[in-house]
Structure formats: structure tokens, C-alpha cells
């Protein structure tokens, strides 16, 4: 999987908050490191530590309240500026509440669309696009990208490789100032090359899972949102048990949406939120019983 890069190609290691990415900052050091947090403005998600909040308000450059993945992922990425010392420049897009607001030509308003495996516009408005962005504002030229696929998963990598031009780049459009009449203006860029050092070196989760026992960081139970639409119903039924304000969440913002569009907007075509929280599991579930297959990915 390796792949040919320019010899002065900046480097940059895409972080998520979890033990890969996490290991790759450590093991594979860059130029930069770069995490892009999911946001929401929903104070029923609140983040309950003051202070917390606003060490990460000062980094966003904007205000925290909370976010829809758990909670841990502030600690875990505290954490690993510490233990790597190194400094991780925080990016974040638009709360999540407001990516979702579209105008419904049918109703003549502003009305909430939720994304889903067909219409994954969540990815790139809270993870590609604040990346982009803040690639076009500090750096401008194109970097070598380290993604966290381990060596078992070369078809993600193939995939992403496949999105490549003949520069082996990928390109993004990119917000890059304004129009006289005060509309957003445009260029599409080359910006980076992904490389998978973890494929090339052989790494494994058995490694990653190793290395992190009894360090000083913290990680969450699962990254990626807590009603993320890749998860499967029993993973969900799961998440609104130990995360129940968060899940609510997504059951609004569900309920919101089929207000104004049919129901092939939902978050799942096969079930509602609403009827994953209500559920009743004929057996108890508990953490070990899922994995990462059950949980499924941004697809970074």
C-alpha cells in the first residue's frame, strides 16, 4: 500500500480519538497532528466539566458544549498531546444539529435531514471539510496523510486509493474567502495523499491493543458518534442504554426529519431510533459482547 510521495511532502497524522490513530501518532511522528471533533449544541448533551469545556472552546476557537461521541474522546485526545508531546491542532465543522438543516421545498422551510448510508453527508461536513479547511489555512501545499487502517484492512485502504487522480491526490473543494456580493467562494484542490503505515508495517489490533495497556490515556468505549447509522440495531439498543441523553438525541432529530420527508430519510431504512431504544432485549447485553465489526466507521 505504499505510495509514492514528493520528498518535501509535509506530513500529517489524521487522528480520530481512537487507540489506531492514536498509535500512529506515537510510533509514526509528523509534521502535524489533526483531530476533528464532532460538535453539537444541544445542552441536553452538555459536557459536564466547566472547565473542560472551555479548554476545549479555547482550541475549537469557537464554543463547546458537547459532543455526540462519548464523552472520554476529550480525555483521550488530552491525553495523547501529553503522552506524545506534541501538539494536535483541534478542527471542528458546524454543530451537527446545523448540517442537518436544509430548506424543504415542500413545506417552504428550514426543516432537519438526517444523513444515512445513502446520504453519509455527516462524514464530510464534520471530518473531511474542517480538515481540508484548516489544511488550506495553515499549510497550502499537498501533504502525505497517515489514515489508522490496520494491516487487516486493506479494502478500506483500496477504496480510498481508488479516489485518487493521476497525482495520486485526493481533491476537495474549499472554502476560500468571499464574493464582493458576500457569497462563499470556491477552488477545488490536490491537498493530500493518504499512506497506511500500519498496512506497510504489518500492524495488527492485537499490537495496538497491547501497546496502549497501562499507558496514561484514556479511550472511549467506542469511537464515532453514539447513533452513528453504520452501528447495528442491537449496538444501538446498546449505546441508548449507556448513553441515553445522547441517543435521545438522535431520536429527535429522526422524529424532526420524518416530519417533513419520507421515511427513506431515516437514520436506518429498516428501523426507527425510537424502536431500537424501545426495544426489549431478551437478554442482557454487556460491553464485551460487541466489537468493531458491530460498530462500523466513518470511512476517513
Known amino acids: 500500500m505504499k505510495k509514492e510521495t514528493t520528498p518535501t511532502m509535509p506530513t500529517v497524522n489524521s487522528l480520530s480519538g481512537g487507540k489506531t490513530s492514536s498509535y500512529i501518532a506515537k510510533h509514526y511522528p509528523a509534521d502535524y497532528n489533526v483531530f476533528a471533533l464532532v460538535r453539537t449544541t444541544d445542552k441536553k448533551c452538555i459536557y459536564p466539566d466547566k472547565k473542560i469545556r472551555q479548554i476545549v472552546s479555547d482550541k475549537i476557537g469557537c464554543e463547546f458544549i458537547g459532543t455526540l461521541e462519548e464523552d472520554i474522546i476529550i480525555h483521550t485526545m488530552l491525553d495523547l498531546e501529553q503522552f506524545i508531546g506534541t501538539k494536535i491542532d483541534w478542527v471542528t465543522g458546524k454543530p451537527f444539529d446545523d448540517i442537518m438543516k436544509r430548506k424543504s421545498e415542500k413545506f417552504d422551510k428550514i426543516a432537519t435531514y438526517v444523513p444515512n448510508a445513502m446520504r453519509r453527508f ?21 501533504v502525505e496523510m497517515r489514515i489508522g487502517f490496520r494491516a487487516n484492512e486493506m479494502r478500506r485502504a483500496k477504496t480510498m486509493i481508488e479516489k485518487t487522480n493521476e497525482n495520486n491526490l485526493t481533491t476537495e473543494k474549499i472554502q476560500i474567502g468571499k464574493h464582493a456580493n458576500g457569497n462563499k467562494k470556491w477552488k477545488t484542490f490536490e491537498w493530500r495523499t ?20 497501562g499507558k496514561p490515556v484514556r479511550f472511549a468505549y467506542m469511537n464515532n458518534c453514539i447513533g452513528c447509522f453504520h452501528r447495528v440495531p442491537i449496538l444501538l439498543k446498546h449505546m441508548s442504554t449507556r448513553h441515553p441523553e445522547k441517543f435521545d438525541w438522535f ?17 436506518r431504512q429498516d428501523t426507527t431510533y425510537e424502536q431500537i431504544k424501545n426495544h426489549k432485549s431478551q437478554m442482557e447485553l454487556f ?14
Open 194 to 213: 493518504p499512506t497506511f503505515p500500519l498496512i506497510d508495517d504489518g500492524i495488527y489490533k492485537d499490537t495496538i491493543e497491547k501497546y496502549w495497556h
Open 122 to 142: 455527516c462524514t464530510s461536513e464534520m471530518k473531511v471539510i474542517p480538515i481540508s479547511q484548516w489544511w488550506y489555512d495553515e499549510i497550502k501545499i499537498p
Open 287 to 300: 460491553d464485551t459482547d460487541f466489537n468493531e465489526c458491530d460498530s462500523g466507521y466513518c470511512g476517513l
Open 251 to 267: 431520536i429527535r432529530q429522526e422524529n424532526e426529519s420524518m416530519k417533513y420527508y419520507s421515511k427513506s430519510t431515516r437514520f
